[in-house]
């Protein structure tokens, strides 16, 4: 069965909210090389509607000499929305009712694994459902002191380290299962 891993840029101090204003100076070959190694190996996406309509916005005219661009426009696409009208960028695909069941019919498919960038409502509605299998938390050294939190009020769960990996730019990512 495929898993479903949530991948998501955080703060130190626990915020996620856009990301491009505070964590491309810690970007770097290795991180480049993580990030191309989880979205290659996974053969769909899986996301909400606001992080959908920002990647629908920039993708498609990206380019880079390592394939990542190829890929994240190449693969199907999966937005979980009852208010988007149409899905425009390239392999996409409304989920608009039934969220469990629809990912859980993906998760049986035969392929690689579903990534999903960022947390919010839809990493909450699949955690409470069973069906996200790892958070890939990538911690960068900086705190904001404001903005949407990773997990909101009132979230509990248990999860299980599976791994650390650390980069010379002072990013840790954290991979996470659900206990």
């Not at 491309?24 to 959908?52: C, M, N, P, Q, W």
Request: proline share 3%.
């Amino acid at each position: 069965m495929r898993k479903v891993i949530a991948s998501t840029y955080v703060t130190l101090d626990g915020y996620i909210d856009n990301p491009h204003l505070w964590s491309l100076e810690y970007g770097s070959e290795e991180t480049a090389g993580y990030a191309k190694d989880l979205l290659f190996g996974a053969d769909a996406l899986l996301l909400g509607r606001v992080t959908y309509e920002g990647f629908a916005q920039a993708w498609p005219s990206m380019t880079d000499g390592a394939g990542f661009a190829d890929r994240m426009n190449g693969m199907p696409k999966y937005v979980v929305s009852a208010t988007l009208a149409s899905a425009s960028w390239n392999n996409s695909t409304i989920i608009r009712e039934n969220i469990a069941d629809a990912v859980a019919e993906l998760k049986r498919q035969p392929g690689g694994d579903i990534l999903t960038y960022g947390c919010g409502r839809l990493t909450d509605t699949l955690r409470a459902h069973g069906l996200l299998d790892e958070y890939r938390l990538w911690f960068h050294p900086v705190l904001r002191g404001e903005g949407q939190r990773l997990f909101g009020e009132g979230t509990r769960a248990t999860l299980e380290l599976l791994d650390t990996t650390t980069f010379a730019t002072g990013v840790v990512v954290h991979t996470y299962r659900p206990a």
